[in-house]
């Protein structure tokens, strides 16, 4: 059980583009997902933290203008860059929590490599 | 904020042998602690996670401990396998912020045969 599914898994598009990404918890209900960025040979870095049914709260320095956050059921959450550029080219990866229990643990999807040309 | 330091950034061990993996944090508040490991190109995936309830956990080749009072957990693997090379990252998780995680740095681990 705790399968998260993310799409796309791979993206490459020319700047300006605006791109959607979704993760979706297939076997299980989402109250909160997390939205991740890892550059090469880095950790994760929390984006923000996405609640079904309220705005997602962003960590200091991430753009919410930039970074569309979505989380409309619970067991959907969308990021949309908006207007990307090169520097936005990383690997991003969602994650999902079956409950409010913060104790319990956070499951991840396979991850969405941003190529921005 | 939670900061999490995680040593060392790169281990090479022998086949067969131990391979012990150190974090530490900051924030008393901090209650989970979950280890993940991280091969090239995939998702993080969840190999062992320990509450603050609990000192020590294991799992076959796997265990964790935790000193709350010195604020650091550590992950222990022993009987190395190559299978075993990824990247593996702690987490501490704090009850506020809907509980979420401040990975630390990572530890590339590589076991040779």
């Known amino acids: 059980g705790a399968v998260v599914s993310q799409h796309p898994s791979w993206v490459i598009c020319k700047s300006g583009t605006s791109v959607k990404i979704e993760c979706r918890s297939l076997?299980?209900?989402?109250?909160?997902m997390f939205w991740y960025r890892q550059f090469p040979k880095q950790s994760l870095m929390l984006m923000a933290t996405?609640?079904?049914?309220?705005?997602?709260?962003?960590e200091q320095g991430v753009e919410k203008d930039k970074f569309l956050i979505n989380h409309a059921s619970l067991t959907l959450s969308t990021l949309t860059v908006t207007s990307a550029h090169p520097e936005d080219s990383s690997f991003y990866i969602c994650?999902?929590?079956?409950?409010?229990?913060?104790?319990?643990?956070?499951?991840f999807g396979d991850g969405t490599r941003l190529s921005i040309l | 904020g939670e900061n999490v330091e995680q040593h060392p950034s790169t281990l090479s061990v022998q086949e067969g042998d131990s391979a012990v993996i150190k974090c530490t944090y900051s924030?008393?508040?901090?209650?989970?602690f979950p280890w993940y490991k991280q091969e090239l190109g995939k998702r993080p995936q969840l190999i062992i996670d320990?509450?603050?309830?609990?000192g020590e956990k294991k799992d076959q080749r796997i265990a964790v401990t935790l000193n709350k009072t010195a604020k650091h957990f550590s992950l222990h693997i022993t009987e190395t396998q190559p299978e075993d090379s990824a990247v593996y990252f702690c987490?501490?998780?704090?009850?506020?912020?809907?509980?979420?995680?401040?990975f630390g740095a990572g530890t590339q681990v590589v076991v040779t045969p």
């Open positions: 987490a501490a998780s704090i009850r506020m912020g809907w509980g979420k995680l401040q």
């Open positions: 996405s609640n079904e049914g309220s705005k997602a709260t962003y």
């Open positions: 994650s999902a929590r079956r409950d409010r229990d913060t104790n319990q643990p956070q499951h």
């Open positions: 076997d299980f209900q989402a109250t909160t």
């Open positions: 320990i509450r603050s309830n609990v």
């Open positions: 924030d008393s508040a901090s209650n989970y």
